[in-house]
């Protein structure tokens, strides 16, 4: 069983940055493929950046250029830095991991983008 903490997230001005954490465990962290999702109020969840085991990144385009994915297998922990922010990127921020047919998710951590 994967448990997925996530952390950082927080109440920002427009214009400003924070750094959310995803910390893994009861798994081989490093096989995973790691992603972060958001979902605001009424809205579907949304991919907003992946991970692969080997470090390629992929990105929803409206954040590109704005946040930036990273692993450290070392300390089983995926982040995500978000600079830049902006109001409509206020919404509960989910991890995943996934390897071949697993997938799982942590609890959330709400991000609030306001003045």
């Known amino acids: 069983q994967v448990q997925l903490v996530e952390s950082g997230g927080g109440l920002v001005q427009p214009g400003g940055s924070l750094r959310l954490s995803c910390a893994a465990s009861g798994t081989i962290f490093s096989i995973y493929a790691m992603g972060w999702y958001r979902q605001a109020p009424g809205k579907a969840r949304e991919l907003v950046a992946t991970i692969t085991s080997s470090g390629r990144t992929n990105y929803e385009d409206s954040v590109k250029g704005r946040f930036t994915i990273s692993r450290d297998n070392a300390k089983n922990t995926v982040y995500l830095q978000m600079n830049s922010l902006k109001s409509e990127d206020t919404a509960v921020y989910y991890c995943?991991?996934?390897?071949?047919?697993?997938?799982?998710w942590g609890q959330g951590t709400q991000v609030t983008v306001s003045s």
């Open positions: 995943n991991a996934a390897h071949r047919m697993y997938a799982y």
